[in-house]
């Protein structure tokens, strides 16, 4: 996308915070762990940083593990969310790439489904400056599993404006990876894929959709006629048209360790 689209859809979210909290997919937790590995400890006790947290899917999954989170936000409006859904936690306004905390103060930085909206240039040298010495940076993304055949059909039904794919998001994340990371700042990163499957409903599934940046931008008219295409084809089909349903998703992550 053109840098007017990607200010464009970044900015798109805090409008449907609450139905983002709401509807959005979370993090297995065996991910987590995978991510924070390299620091040598479990998770609970841990500082942790949810960089672009949203409204805190990622940080009420740190919370109850018995991370100490801390959740950082740019979007007012979904930092709002986040406040509220998780009092407890200790949340702040900022961006990735001018990070409100002090110089090695966490010891890992996770970033879920946020990464990808990072100016990385400005970002990985703040996010080594929080980081202590030896420190692990993790990134996921949720996708859906499209080697599964009727999620394939989905991504086609949905023209491209729907959920990533796990194909889509294999070939992002090796080439985000090889590119942004492994720098005089961090180690190469390694990359694991976990599975995530989600409980949905047609009406979920699609007020799911309607939290997506590409279709958050979209007009009213063109986006109703693509929800209404995968509606369509989500009540069609045996494994989606009668009721609750699972839809197949994975969860693709990068680690990397603060040299």
């Known amino acids: 996308?053109?840098?007017?689209?990607?200010?464009?859809?970044?900015?798109?979210?805090?409008?449907?915070?609450?139905?983002?909290?709401?509807?959005?997919?979370?993090?297995?937790?065996?991910?987590?762990?995978?991510?924070?590995?390299?620091?040598?400890?479990?998770?609970?006790?841990?500082?942790?940083?949810?960089?672009?947290?949203?409204?805190?899917?990622?940080?009420a999954l740190l919370a109850e593990l018995g991370a100490d989170v801390t959740a950082v936000e740019p979007d007012e409006a979904m930092l709002a969310e986040l406040r509220r859904q998780l009092p407890a936690v200790r949340a702040l306004?900022?961006?990735?790439?001018?990070?409100?905390?002090?110089?090695?103060?966490?010891?890992?930085?996770?970033?879920?489904?946020?990464?990808?909206?990072?100016?990385?240039?400005r970002a990985l040298p703040e996010i080594a400056r929080v980081l202590a010495p030896g420190g692990a940076l993790g990134a996921m993304w949720n996708s859906d599993d499209d080697r599964v055949a009727w999620v394939a059909g989905l991504r086609d039904a949905a023209e491209g404006a729907g959920?990533?794919?796990?194909?889509?998001?294999?070939?992002?994340?090796?080439?985000?990876?090889?590119?942004?990371?492994?720098?005089?700042?961090?180690?190469?990163?390694?990359?694991?894929?976990?599975?995530?499957?989600?409980?949905?409903?047609?009406?979920?599934?699609?007020?799911?959709?309607?939290?997506?940046?590409?279709?958050?931008?979209m007009d009213p008219a063109e986006r109703e006629r693509v929800l209404g295409r995968v509606r369509g084809y989500l009540a069609s089909r045996p494994e989606t048209g009668s009721g609750e349903f699972t839809l197949p998703m994975v969860t693709s992550a990068l680690r990397s360790v603060r040299r």
């Open 163 to 217: 959920s990533p794919v796990r194909s889509q998001r294999e070939r992002d994340a090796t080439a985000f990876g090889a590119e942004q990371f492994g720098n005089e700042l961090f180690t190469p990163t390694d990359r694991a894929e976990f599975a995530n499957p989600q409980a949905r409903t047609i009406d979920s599934l699609i007020d799911d959709l309607r939290t997506h940046s590409a279709v958050l931008i």
């Open 93 to 121: 306004h900022g961006p990735a790439e001018a990070i409100p905390l002090a110089d090695g103060s966490v010891d890992a930085v996770l970033c879920a489904q946020s990464m990808h909206w990072f100016d990385m240039a």
């Open 1 to 59: 996308m053109d840098a007017d689209e990607w200010a464009r859809r970044g900015s798109s979210f805090g409008a449907v915070a609450a139905a983002y909290a709401e509807h959005r997919p979370d993090y297995p937790a065996d991910a987590v762990a995978w991510c924070v590995e390299p620091t040598g400890r479990p998770v609970a006790g841990l500082r942790v940083l949810d960089l672009g947290a949203g409204t805190g899917k990622l940080t």
